[in-house]
């Protein structure tokens, strides 16, 4: 079943003399329950591209569905958003702060608070609900932001490189953490990063973007078994594979 | 050094500030008749709080802040507002509001007065006029402390324009408001003074005025003591409030 | 149609302002009483040139001497204060609550001491100037970056060779801040203080004038001291403007936003 399809998208942003292209003809299918990476050079519009995904922009050209159904606007019980500040809302507690979708739909307080408790069990900070942000650690906080993404249940999670603000032993431990997430939700995962190591760790097929207009020019399958282990980091596959992505931006430079 | 020992020297400086005041006029080493003693001074101060006509000076300088504060602040919040939001319209009048601090303000006094003639909406007029740009550039201030980050991840979460206001916006401007609120009251509170100092017939302002002129000076160092005290005990309590709701900020 | 620059906007804005200031004025709308027209204005001044050129004189020197006073111990008081970390704790606190009290309620005292002259206004203007100029220093200090006197002393800089080298160097943009500051706001003292009990200088002319309603030559000197106040603003950004190249170097971020409650908000004259 296909969670997401794009179907030739092109963006183009308003400026002087026609604007500045931005994407490009883009295509592309997520199977659902599939953990998608998207990497490439600064600037190529991987992030205008989840954007758009997420109903946070609007694209000048062509099609975005998820679950059969096109995005509009943002809706976070079809789609789920981490972005890569935590962006926390320092005046809200872990909890309030994992409950904020819930709160703007309305609803019945304790449902909404025992689904926030829920969210941020799985994530791993139980207990940690009544701490403030500026109490958290960056490991931490993005646990909360991804707690936030998830607790409506959409079937899709978009993650502009969430862990880039993170030093990178924690950000080892977050990817580990975050493919437990997922094999427990079985999400659809969609997952921007400029760490090509990190893609093909957490990745069942990664995208390669050119430098803008961005286009995908590769699409790379990671046939690696899961669960993922620290230890295949030191295999030749892997070493293969994330020689092949990186030769494929290089030979955009 | 610990807060404990921090709060205990200040209060020494206090109070070593105060045996100065005490002793020096007493003992002649400064003159009693230009700074009278802390003793004198201080009944003073009790004698004049239970006379009916300071009780309606100061109501009358009460009135006059309030009222002016009322006018200035709703206005110069639109206006700033209006700055931080439209983005033209800052870019023309945010340059503009900084001479705006450099010119003397006082300067335009005799115009209220020769428009209202002497009085309490002369008063009030000119105390909202030199209060209402900083609360224009404080509102400006405002707004544009609110993080476009957080304006993002509320709209991916679904938010309205109502809800982001109501849950973005506010809880985030809530402290830069509070101070907001105590530095204009600072400035309103100077131009009511200077505005009752300056030409009136009514108000604190007024009687030290009067009491410098005639060189009353136990009368003039007791109201001087009791528009310090109002002042800063105002300022102090916004100051709390202002911690209690800050203590997220960085 | 594109819209203008916003700097046209304000030059516009300015034009207009003056040509109303001359047509409005002995209109229905604005009696010559509240406001006299410009050309009306500027006449008498010229007229009355000697006379307002002397205040001028009397006001400026008051000025001068303020501000040799204010930024003089300002800047020293300041250094002290935001260098020694005691006298910080202690003091900073203290200040910023005394800024909270109209300093204008004070002149009565300072006239009864020294008399209507040119003292009274000296003292009350350099008090009046001297804090922002003192915060500001003392923010100055505290917020140099220490990866500079780190630096220095790991080259084997000594204790005077820190302070001439470096913490004077980095400190001058905020200390010119607040000296514009400072200056600004001797300026206001003095003409307040000349306003409310004087026997010469620009702000005794404006009371002067205001009690027997001569509203020409009341706006007359407004108008000088409005010029005085910009010309002052715009020659202390010139030179502010000099040392603009490594301004933003030596600032700690979070310092900046630690130093604004230091940092007093303009005047509230």
């Known amino acids: 079943m296909t969670a997401i399809e794009v179907d030739r998208l092109s963006h183009v942003y308003a400026g002087a003399e026609g604007g500045v292209p931005a994407l490009q003809d883009i295509s592309l299918k997520v199977e659902a329950g599939k953990f998608v990476v998207i990497v490439g050079p600064s600037g190529c519009g991987k992030t205008s591209l989840l954007m758009m995904l997420a109903g946070l922009r609007h694209q000048s050209q062509g099609t975005i569905l998820c679950d059969g159904r096109p995005i509009a606007d943002p809706d976070p019980s079809r789609v789920g958003v981490v972005f890569q500040e935590a962006s926390l809302f320092p005046w809200l507690t872990a909890l309030d702060n994992t409950e904020f979708p819930l709160a703007l739909r309305g609803g019945p307080r304790e449902e909404r608070r025992r689904r926030a408790e829920q969210m941020l069990n799985l994530v791993g900070l139980e207990g940690f609900g009544a701490r403030y942000p500026h109490e958290l650690s960056g490991g931490m906080k993005q646990r909360v932001s991804i707690a936030r993404g998830l607790v409506q249940d959409p079937p899709v999670l978009l993650m502009d490189e969430p862990f880039a603000a993170l030093d990178e032993q924690t950000r080892m431990t977050m990817g580990h953490e975050l493919l437990r997430i997922w094999s427990q939700t079985r999400k659809t995962v969609v997952f921007i990063t400029h760490s090509l190591t990190e893609a093909v760790y957490l990745a069942d097929e990664v995208l390669v973007m050119s430098p803008r207009p961005g286009r995908i020019i590769d699409r790379v399958p990671i046939p690696l078994p899961r669960p993922r282990t620290y230890e295949m980091m030191a295999t030749d596959t892997f070493g293969q594979l994330r020689e092949r992505i990186w030769q494929q931006i290089r030979k955009t430079e | ?250 | 149609m594109r819209r203008p620059a916003p700097s046209t906007v304000r030059w516009g804005l300015l034009v207009a302002l003056l040509v109303l200031w001359e047509l409005l004025p002995g209109t229905k709308l604005i009696p010559e009483l509240f406001l006299p027209s410009l050309s009306k204005t500027l006449t008498v001044l010229w007229i009355d040139r000697a006379e307002y050129a002397h205040a001028l004189m009397v006001t400026l020197y008051e000025v001068a001497i303020a501000m040799l006073i204010a930024c003089g111990a300002g800047i020293l008081v300041g250094a002290l204060v935001g260098g020694i970390a005691v006298l910080r704790n202690l003091m900073l606190p203290v200040f910023s609550s005394l800024y909270a009290v109209p300093i204008v309620i004070l002149y009565p005292i300072f006239t009864a001491w020294f008399g209507i002259g040119s003292e009274s206004k000296i003292a009350f203007a350099g008090i009046y100037g001297f804090f922002p100029v003192m915060l500001s220093t003392a923010a100055g200090i505290r917020t140099i970056d220490p990866q500079y006197l780190l630096a220095a002393r790991s080259m084997g800089a000594t204790l005077p060779q820190q302070i001439t080298r470096v913490i004077i160097p980095a400190s001058i943009p905020t200390v010119l801040a607040g000296l514009r500051l400072g200056g600004a706001l001797t300026i206001i003292g003095v003409v307040v203080s000349e306003m409310l009990t004087s026997s010469a200088g620009i702000g005794y002319l404006v009371t002067r004038y205001r009690t027997i309603l001569d509203s020409p030559h009341v706006f007359a000197a407004i108008l000088m001291i409005l010029l005085l106040s910009i010309l002052f603003d715009l020659l202390a950004r010139a030179v502010e403007r000099r040392t603009l190249v490594w301004q933003t170097a030596g600032r700690r971020e979070k310092a900046g936003a630690a130093a604004t409650p230091a940092m007093p908000a303009p005047a509230p004259v």
């Open chain 2, 1 to 250: 050094m610990s807060q404990v020992q921090i709060v205990s020297a200040r209060l020494a400086l206090f109070a070593a500030v105060l045996a100065a005041w005490a002793l020096l006029p007493t003992y002649g080493v400064v003159d009693p008749r230009l700074l009278p003693p802390l003793g004198d001074v201080l009944s003073m101060l009790a004698r004049q709080l239970g006379r009916p006509q300071v009780h309606e000076a100061i109501g009358i300088t009460a009135l006059e802040v309030i009222v002016a504060f009322i006018i200035a602040v709703p206005i110069g919040a639109a206006l700033g507002v209006l700055a931080a939001e439209n983005d033209y319209f800052g870019q023309i009048f945010k340059p503009m509001l900084f001479y705006v601090f450099s010119v003397p303000k006082s300067i335009f006094l005799p115009m209220f007065i020769l428009v209202f003639g002497i009085g309490f909406p002369q008063k009030v007029a000119y105390a909202a006029f030199s209060t209402v740009f900083i609360v224009i550039m404080s509102a400006t201030a405002a707004v544009e402390s609110v993080k476009q980050d957080h304006v993002l991840v509320a709209r991916s979460c679904g938010a309205t324009r109502g809800q982001i206001l109501l849950r973005i916006y506010v809880p985030s401007m809530m402290p830069v408001l509070l101070e907001t609120l105590r530095i204009s009251m600072i400035f309103n509170f100077t131009g009511v003074m200077i505005a009752e100092m300056y030409a009136s017939r009514t108000g604190i302002g007024h009687l030290i005025a009067n009491w410098g002129e005639n060189f009353q000076m136990p009368e003039l160092f007791s109201g001087v003591i009791l528009l310090a005290a109002v002042a800063i005990a105002f300022n102090e309590a916004v100051r709390l409030l202002e911690g209690r709701v800050s203590k997220w900020r960085t």
